[in-house]
């Protein structure tokens, strides 16, 4: 149940992640999939189902080991998860200090060259389609290995 879930909001977040509008609609979508197969992974391990929506806990949980630009990427998906792809601010204090004066800037690039300075997203941490690809490609690696485990013939 959980995996089929998660499959499903893969599939909507990969038609998204075309779309030329509002990119926070694909990375809802991206984050709650990824969510929803961290989730598969605990529940298949035998885990207890979490309340929580803390991608990086529920990595942690899964023992999926992201790198840390993954974890970067885990982190920012997190915050669009939990406020920024439901809501136009934040719904707890502090957290929209957090998220632009720490979240969000470990995925900017800055650099001066003389007097001009440069702003650019951090490509390897930012959560385009491909890296939640790359992302969702190591968690079901994950989910795999269990299925094929659960169901291995001695």
């Known amino acids: 149940m959980w995996y089929d879930?998660?499959?499903?909001?893969h599939e909507g977040a990969r038609i998204l992640g075309h779309h030329k509008g509002d990119i926070r609609?694909?990375?809802?979508n991206a984050a709650f999939s990824i969510e929803l197969l961290l989730k598969a992974i605990n529940a298949a391990n035998g885990k207890?189902?979490?309340?929580?929506?803390?991608?990086?806990?529920?990595a942690k949980d899964a023992e999926i080991p992201?790198?840390?630009n993954q974890n970067a990427t885990l982190e920012l998906l997190n915050e669009i998860l939990i406020?920024?792809?439901?809501?136009?601010t934040p719904t707890k204090p502090g957290r929209w200090d957090n998220f632009y004066d720490n979240v969000l800037e470990k995925h900017i690039i800055r650099q001066r060259n003389g007097k001009v300075g440069i702003t650019r997203?951090?490509?390897?941490t930012v959560p385009?389609?491909?890296?939640?690809?790359?992302?969702w490609d190591i968690a079901n690696q994950k989910w795999s290995e269990i299925?094929?485990?659960?169901?291995k013939i001695e």
């Not at 879930?5 to 909001?9: D, G, Q, T, V």
């Not at 207890?48 to 529920?58: F, G, K, V």
């Not at 406020?83 to 136009?88: L, N, T, V």
């Open 83 to 88: 406020w920024k792809g439901r809501y136009p």
């Open 128 to 135: 385009t389609i491909e890296n939640f690809e790359v992302l």
């Open 147 to 151: 299925q094929t485990d659960k169901y």
């Open 5 to 9: 879930r998660a499959f499903a909001f």
């Open 66 to 68: 992201f790198s840390d």
């Open 25 to 28: 609609v694909f990375l809802f």
């Open 121 to 124: 997203t951090n490509p390897t």
């Open 48 to 58: 207890a189902t979490q309340l929580s929506h803390n991608l990086l806990d529920l």
